[in-house]
């Protein structure tokens, strides 16, 4: 019998040889879905020999068998007449930031009350007069969280302008086609007094007027 001592026929003899038969498991899943799993507690559908796929796993690892644990998803807060959606510690996302903060998930602050005592608690009534308006009185000058100049606040799930939610509060709704303008020309004013109703194009025309004086 030759030896072959050729390194690139050894080589040629080795890309020929024919791949290994690949690894066969001893056993495979048993797939038998229909019915609830086997463990009495849980209401899944069984699908691997009798279990759900979640208490299965459990059998595989060697564990003893324990509920399941409820997602997210189909779990609401704990709070009677809540149905929001789970977010942790048993509430939902609102309730738990209220837990978190006060330690009770039902605190209600000043805040969420009316929304005109929620404006009173953010304007100072003694802001000034505005110069050369001295005639108007004094501003009203928002406390709360200013957005590009002017002041904001949750309302109805948004955050209007405020001096158009006192505008709203002390004179009735805005019309569509109209505008508030502030005649103190103090955008942090939400002084009803201190405000006026212009269409689009009369306010853009009274402020390019101010700018060229």
Same mark, same amino acid.
């Given at each position: 019998m030759s030896v072959i001592t050729d390194p690139m026929k050894i080589k040629q003899l080795r890309w020929n040889r024919p791949p290994k038969p690949k690894h066969k498991p001893k056993w495979r899943h048993t797939h038998t879905r229909g019915g609830p799993c086997s463990f009495q507690p849980c209401d899944h559908e069984a699908v691997v020999r009798g279990y759900c796929w979640g208490h299965y796993a459990q059998v595989r690892a060697g564990r003893p068998l324990k509920p399941l644990r409820i997602r997210k998803a189909n779990r609401s807060c704990e709070i009677p007449g809540c149905n929001e959606p789970y977010e942790g510690l048993g509430y939902c996302r609102i309730h738990r930031r209220r837990f978190k903060e006060h330690g009770d998930p039902n605190y209600v602050d000043v805040y969420h009350g009316p929304i005109r005592g929620?404006? +009173?608690?953010?304007?100072?009534?003694?802001?000034?007069?505005?110069?050369?308006? +001295? +005639?108007?009185?004094q501003c009203w000058l928002w406390l709360g969280a200013p957005h590009k100049g002017y002041g904001v606040i949750k309302y109805n799930k948004r955050d209007p302008a405020a001096h158009r939610v006192m505008w709203e509060l002390e004179r009735g709704p805005i019309p569509d086609d109209k505008e508030l303008h502030h005649i103190c020309e103090?955008?942090?004013?939400?002084?009803?007094?201190?405000?006026e109703l212009l269409t689009r194009g009369e306010h853009i025309a009274l402020h390019k007027a101010q700018r060229a004086d």
């Open positions: 929620r404006m +009173e608690r953010k304007i100072n009534k003694n802001g000034g007069l505005p110069v050369g308006r +001295e +005639e108007l009185g103090v955008t942090l004013c939400v002084n009803p007094a201190h405000l």
